[in-house]
Structure formats: structure tokens, C-alpha cells
């Protein structure tokens, strides 16, 4: 991947040089994509090494969650129903899929594998492929804007493999974690800005990628569009000034940018607003769209980074016992989202100020703007001093992203930087010290990434178990027949979501009561909110259980029958994982026999009550 040849003026100015003759060598993309997928593989080793349709990160928590979503798709093109909207959660209200993290394109792209090996197969494709494909087309992009391959490898590392991506991979949160989309969209308009290749199939381009990221992650898209909004202010305050655009560095790729490719990206995005109008207003006022903040409370209510966490994260200790008892990550700590690593940190920092000093490209400045910006709305509120979003979270949309997830804008910029940086500097010292510069520059940028590295020492591979589904989802739920409602125990919304990758194991051949995620939580409930608070109680295992008292009794009678409730599943078997039990199978079976006010017969490892609606409203 080293390129050894002199620096020429073109070199040297970094941007768009001439690329004619990588065209007749595909090595070095070809090689890193190749050690990026190998990377992406050992990252995960103990699904790929053990049984990938059945080990992932859990079969609970947000992982139960996607796993559902990947298994949908499927089903909705085989039975005739939307890709959008389902009331096979939520029954019968429904789940407005587009309000939720389904990740959508990705679950459509992957409905083959999902058909041929399973919905956890096809999730593990996708946990595989995030990282790789996100450090990829970083690759692609530093292509453009260095000139030595090696520099532009290890940009690709920083942002595919970054801390903040890895921990959203071990959490599950793929809609996060897939962000190869990013990199292109700024692919194509830097070629419009520096007229590199055909207007009309770069604006289609962007069109496609602004349109499957919607469909990917509406919050990184709403965030990239945020941060293009800052580039673009930037650009537009210092476009006809000369203070980056210093006589040493000027070349014909380094000139004063025209305004031509401004009306391409305005077709694309008024394009794109076309292609989108229906799913955007679907997401907005479609059946069972969420009112009001999406994250209206839980952890993520208000979660954001400070200027140590960025540094140096500390590991979610408390997060990590929680998620072992009652569903998640089941491996070691994991550093906190916010985190970058101390020596990327340090080496774009230092990377910045040097090329603003010496070279005062107008690239360079616009990607530190961004940084900065996205770097303070990161901030979380609460730290004993004011940050942005204090103001700018009541704005439209915006308030429904998770302030932590500016670091993803943050850890691009010094991904970018930091390439550009190390190419600057073998442009510098090779004339100087020779071709021995080189390997020497190769060790500086890997020692750069050891204190990310060192952040993940105790989860390298990537902890994976296997999914059990208990007997009664894997024999008797095929026979129940259709139009059956199962509130299964532990009840979703209690945040013990297991019960969604049952389903999904299952064929999806019942709907369900209740659901994870932003749309589980009481105050959505409607009239059926005392009953759910009453049965998240009698699941989760904190705080005194319910009695239940003769008006808890009532409240779930009430909320079975608006549901529609057909059968009632408390899974008995023994060998199912702690955070699959809620309370316990002999707390849940004397609860709901005394709600019900009859006995469950057992089936498959497992206490039913059936025609629950039926018998509650006569």
C-alpha cells in the first residue's frame, strides 16, 4: 500500500491529485478492503467461529430488537404487509416502523441471508459488515484528499473502528454503527466542488445515498445535515478570502472553488425531498407515530459526552451489571459512547494546528469547524456549565437526537485530519530523510490508535452467546394458528425484550403485546398505562413485585382486553439465561393465575392461558 515515488506539486497540495493512474492500480483498495473485512471478522471471531446463525451479542435487549427488525421485511413482502408499519408489536395499535430504529434498508438488503439462515444470521452480517464498510469508504474519501495510501488506511481505521463504534456495536445500536454512507455523501460532493466526473450521475448518486440513509438512521442524517449546514456557512464566510488558500499551496486543484456544483447538490436534495416526502410524512403523522420527544424519558432522555469522556472514557461499570442482569452486552465493561482515545485526540488536535499554520487549506479549516461545533454539541447538559444544546434541543427534530452521537461527526473530522496531517508529513520529511521515512511514519499512525485500542483490552473479540428460544416459541407457537396475541413474561416493554427475537425465531406467526424501544414506555400506554406500569413491575426484578391488589388485578384485566390478548406464555424451562426469567416462572405463573382468575395449562416447557380476551370480556 506505500507509494515511494518523489512528491510531485500536485502531492503536495494533497487534494484531488492526479488519479488517472491509481485507476490502473486497484491494489491498494482492493487490499483495504480486504484487511478492513478481516479486521471486521476477528472483531467478531466467537460469532463467525462458533454458530452465526445462532450467537450474537444477546438474544435480548436491543439485540432481541433487531433481530425482529431484520426478520420483518420478509414477512411483509411474503404476506402482503408494510415495510413500515406493524401491529405484529403493539398490538393493535401498531408500531410506525419509521419512528423506531428499524433500520429498514439494511433489513430489506439483508432478506436473503435472512430467509436462507435466520434473522440472527442476517444481524450478524450486518454487526460484521458496519465496520468494514464504514472504514471503507472513509478509504475512499482520504483517497481523494491524500496521496499515500497508508495515510489514508489508518483515517479508515479511525473512523470505522473507532471506540464510539465499537461500543455501539457491542450495545447492538447497528443504526448507529453503520455510518459508510457518510463518507460517500461528502465522496460525491467533493467531486461536484472539484468537477470530478459527471454531474448528473453524482447528483443521482446523492440522491440514492440521502434516500437509503433515511432508511438506514434518520438521526445521522439528520445530524450529517446539521453539520453540512456549519460547512457550509463556513465555506461561504471565507470563500473569497485568500486566508486559506496561501501562495505555497496553491495549484490548479487548490484554486478558488467555483460555484458550479451548487446546483447539483440543490437538484439532489429537492430530489430527494420528493422521493421522501411520503415516508417523512408517514414517520411524522403516520399510524402510531410518536408524539412529542422520541426519548421522552430512560437513559438516553439526555445523553451526552464531556471533555474528559471524550479524552479518556471511563467503562460503564453500572451500565455492565445491568445489562448482565437483566439483558445486553454480556461481556466486560464497555467504554463509554462519548470516548475517542487519547492519542487520536491528541494527534488530530496537534494535526490541525499544524496544517492550519502551515498550509491553510480551506478543507482543513471547514473540517475543524465542523469538529468544534460537533464537538460542544456533543456536551451533555447537567455538568454544572451551559453547552448548546441547552437551547437548540426545542428546536424541530433536533431535540430527538442523542447529544453523544455528535462524537460520530467528531471522530470523522479526525479521521480525516489526522490522514491528511501524516501525509503532509511524508511529504515534508521524504525529500529530507528518504524512503526509510516511511515505515517509521506507519508505526507514528498505529501508535496513535494504541489508547483507543487499549480501551476495548477486555472485549477484543467481541463478547457473543448463543440466542436460546425457549421450547414453546419453537414448537407450540406454529400450531397456535392464526391471529393469535401473545403477551409473553417477561412482558417487552419492561425493557426485557427477549420475547421479540421468540417471535422473531418463531416465523412471526403471532402478533404480540406490548414492544421495546421509545414506543414501551407507560406514558404511551394510553388508557391501557395502569395496567403496563403494573406488568413492567411484575417483570422487572426491582423494587417490591405486585401482589397484585385487587385494583392491580383490574388494571391488567383492562389492558389484556384492549390489547386483544389471546394467550398469556410464561416460559418454566430451566436452561433459559438469567434475564429471560424476569422475576421467575413461579412468581409469574401465581400472578397471572391470580389476574386471570384461572389455572394455565403446560405446554412445551412453558404455562399458557388461552382465550384470555375471550373469557375476561364475558
Known sequence: MTRTDNPTATEVSGPDHANAS??????????????????????????????????????????????????????????????????????PGGLNLLDDTSVVALALLLAPVTALFGPVAAMNVALTLAPAFSAFTMFLLLRRWVTWS????????????????????????INIAFLGLLPLMVLVVNDLVTGRGSPRWLTASLVGLLVVQFFVSTEVLLIAGLMATVALVGYAAVRTSDRF????????????????????????????????????????????????????SGSLAHYGTTWSMLWWPQPMVSLREAMLQFGGYQGAALPALGGLGAGVVIAGAAGSIWLLVTRRNLRVGLLVLVGLVATVLSLAPGQGYWVPWSTIESWPGVGNIVEVRFVLVVMFVLAAVGAIALDQLRVTLLPR???????????????????????????????????????????????????????????????????????AEAGNV?????????????????????????????????????GPTVAQRASVRRALVHWGVTLVVVSA??????????????????????????????????????????????
Open 573 to 618: 424451562q430451566r436452561d433459559l439465561p438469567g434475564y429471560d426469567f424476569g422475576r421467575g416462572p413461579r412468581y409469574a405463573r401465581t400472578f397471572f393465575t391470580a389476574v386471570l382468575g384461572w389455572s394455565p395449562a403446560f405446554q412445551d416447557g412453558a404455562w399458557v392461558w388461552s382465550d384470555v380476551s375471550a373469557r375476561l370480556g364475558s
Open 150 to 173: 497508508p495515510a489514508a488506511f489508518l483515517g479508515g481505521v479511525v473512523f470505522g473502528f473507532s471506540p464510539f463504534v465499537l461500543t455501539s456495536l457491542a450495545l447492538n445500536q
Open 22 to 91: 491509481r485507476s490502473r492500480h486497484p491494489g491498494p483498495v482492493t487490499t483495504a478492503a480486504a484487511l478492513y473485512l478481516a479486521a471486521a471478522a476477528v472483531l467478531w471471531w466467537q460469532v463467525w467461529s462458533t454458530h452465526p446463525t445462532s450467537v450474537t451479542t444477546c438474544g435480548c435487549g436491543d439485540a432481541a430488537r433487531f433481530t425482529w427488525f431484520f426478520s420483518w421485511p420478509g414477512y411483509a413482502l411474503t404476506h402482503g404487509q408494510s415495510l413500515w408499519f406493524t401491529t405484529w408489536l403493539f398490538h
Open 433 to 503: 530523510l528518504g524512503p526509510a521515512v516511511l515505515p517509521l511514519l506507519v508505526v507514528l499512525g498505529v501508535l496513535v490508535l494504541v489508547p483507543s485500542a487499549a480501551l476495548f483490552a477486555g472485549n477484543l473479540p467481541l463478547t457473543a452467546v448463543k440466542v436460546v428460544t425457549p421450547t414453546w416459541y419453537e414448537t407450540a407457537a406454529g400450531r397456535v394458528g392464526a391471529h393469535q396475541v401473545v403477551l409473553a413474561y417477561p412482558v417487552p416493554f419492561s425493557g426485557l425484550q427477549s420475547s421479540q427475537v421468540w417471535q
Open 245 to 296: 488558500r496561501s501562495p505555497p499551496t496553491r495549484t490548479r486543484n487548490d484554486q478558488s472553488p467555483s460555484t458550479t456544483w451548487i446546483p447539483p447538490v440543490v437538484l439532489a436534495l429537492a430530489v430527494a425531498g420528493v422521493v421522501l416526502a411520503y415516508p417523512l410524512g408517514f414517520l411524522l403523522w403516520g399510524p402510531a407515530h410518536l408524539d412529542g420527544p422520541v426519548w421522552s
Open 510 to 546: 403471532f402478533a404480540q403485546a406490548g414492544g421495546g424501544g421509545p414506543a414501551g414506555e407507560a406514558s404511551r400506554a394510553g388508557v391501557a398505562a395502569p395496567g403496563f406500569t403494573v406488568l413492567a413491575a411484575a417483570s422487572l426484578p426491582l423494587g417490591p413485585a405486585p
